[in-house]
């Protein structure tokens, strides 16, 4: 990034390439570099890049109309993706589910809050306010977005900003929060929930959120059998609604609509973002089921929020071209087969002495890298190490996702892995080949 940027940037300290174009899984600079993208940025890009007609059908809608407020008006885009969308969730979701559409993930988490509360206040159960979450997890970036994750570095500059709702114990059986092994375990950290809904927290209880497969912060851990399931019957048992938090694992990432239905379970709402227009505009939604669209018809009929931009006709028109685009290739039934050809080809890595972990469901895919395999005992955190193997993979010009704190919060390093639904077989073998490389020259040392 040239020096003379009016760019407030994410790190003063990193420069940044021009980024002029993308094609197919790759991004190209102004200078002319190409770069294969193996983490879909951040587990956005579904379609790849570059694809003209999601352009020609935004350009064409703004052309119409680009804007239009919603206490006003609805717009037909904004009505037909609703539609759609609530014609891929679960069976609670179809008859009279609804969607209320926002410019991003944290907005449809802050979207998503205000919704569990009113429900309560809607039915008359005035005391439920706290959204319970999960520790080592990530629902957004602003305040409450930011109260309900557990994302330790993120949160940290912000502690005296954020209210206590309550935590509970991540669900991570490769460095599980009770030092047992599933199925010995007997998913006791799927029941933390009941111990802090009995012990701190039953009348104030308003929903849990969860991530189904938890992305960035855990790097792609996918929850074992029954876990979801003895959450979702939690949830009903307690009064309180489920919150699926879709943003990243939504949309045919993980080879289903949404990763929920793996499990068959019905949550009362499901977020979703970054795939949904996959990356072409911001868009978020919060898919609302019928049970909870009741409570409000029947009740005041007005849902105290709102965005200027929410359901924006622009970025609906976008989310159409996307689901047109999915559809017409079939790229969720492809998630599959690239996925395993992924797996396949990064499946040498795995006998690395530091790679401790390849994990992860469809196209959300994590590897973490350890200190030692037998203990699973992380890298000291000063070792940078995720970021080290970000940038040796980098010099192979293949991009990836990096993070710290897997384990704690703070120590243990992983990468994600998201490519667009596209990947070829030789996009996957290049992707293997510069983590094999990044491996090979970071451990070197
Ligand atoms: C699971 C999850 N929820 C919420 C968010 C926040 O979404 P956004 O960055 O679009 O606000 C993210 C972003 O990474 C996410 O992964």
Known sequence: MPTSSGLFPRNFN?????????????????????FLDASGQAAVVSIGHGVAEIGRAM??????????????????PADKLAARLVSMAPPNFRNGGRVYFTSGGSEATETAIKLARQFHLETSQKDRHRVLSRRQSYHGSTLGAMSVSGNVARRAPYEPLLAEWGHIAACFCYHCPFDKTFPQCELACADDLQVHLREQALDQAAAFIFEPVAGATLGA???PEGYVARIAEICRENKILLIADEIMSGMGRTGKSFAVQHWGIEPDMILTGKGIASGYAPLGAVLVSS????????????????????????????GNAVLDCLEAHKLFERVNSAAQELRGVLSPLQSHPHVGDVRGLGLLLGVEFVKDKTSREPFPREQNIAEKIRQACLEESVLTYPTQGC??????????????????SEECALIARALQSAVAKVFST
């Open 14 to 34: 990193k420069t940044f390439p021009i980024a002029s174009r993308g094609e197919g899984c790759w991004i190209i600079t102004e200078d002319g570099r190409r």
């Open 59 to 76: 350009a064409e809608q703004s052309s119409k109309i680009a804007f239009a407020h919603t206490s006003q008006f609805h717009t037909a």
């Open 221 to 223: 851990a996918v929850p």
């Open 291 to 318: 049970r909870v669209v009741e409570a409000f018809e029947r009740g005041s009929g007005a849902f105290i929020h709102g965005f200027t931009y929410q359901a924006h006709p622009v970025s609906a028109a976008a």
């Open 407 to 424: 384990v704690d919060g703070l120590g243990g390093d992983h990468i994600l892995l998201a490519p667009p639904f596209t990947i070829s």
